[in-house]
């Protein structure tokens, strides 16, 4: 079972960027999709961005311009560089992991607060 850790969370000022970590266990990082999702106060969690074993990317049409997701095969990381953040960015942010007949797996989320 991969284990998944998220860091680089914390406070920020509107406008500012803070880029997202998720370090993960297994050998076979490569194969997996690799996806960012967030939870604010009183909300259902939801994606916010995936990146596929082959690249291929998807955001939420919230953060489509602000937000870049990548992944690093050698070093087993994805990221999530976030730019222009605005106070409803404000969430618990969790790192996802996902292949075919495995059930999906969850990091233990890291807070990011966007206020002045």
């Known amino acids: 079972q991969v284990q998944l850790v998220e860091s680089g969370g914390g406070l920020v000022q509107p406008g500012g960027s803070l880029r997202l970590s998720c370090a993960a266990s297994t050998s076979i990082f490569s194969i997996y999709t690799m996806g960012w999702y967030r939870r604010a106060p009183g909300e259902q969690r939801e994606l916010v961005a995936d990146?596929?074993?082959?690249?291929?990317?998807n955001y939420a049409d919230s953060v489509k311009g602000r937000f870049t997701i990548s992944r690093d095969n050698a070093k087993k990381t994805m990221y999530l560089q976030m730019n222009s953040l605005k106070p409803e960015d404000t969430a618990v942010y969790y790192c996802?992991?996902?292949?075919?007949?495995?059930?999906?797996?969850w990091g233990q989320g890291t807070q990011v607060t966007v206020s002045s």
């Open positions: 990146i596929s074993s082959s690249g291929t990317t």
């Open positions: 996802n992991a996902r292949r075919q007949l495995r059930a999906p797996t």
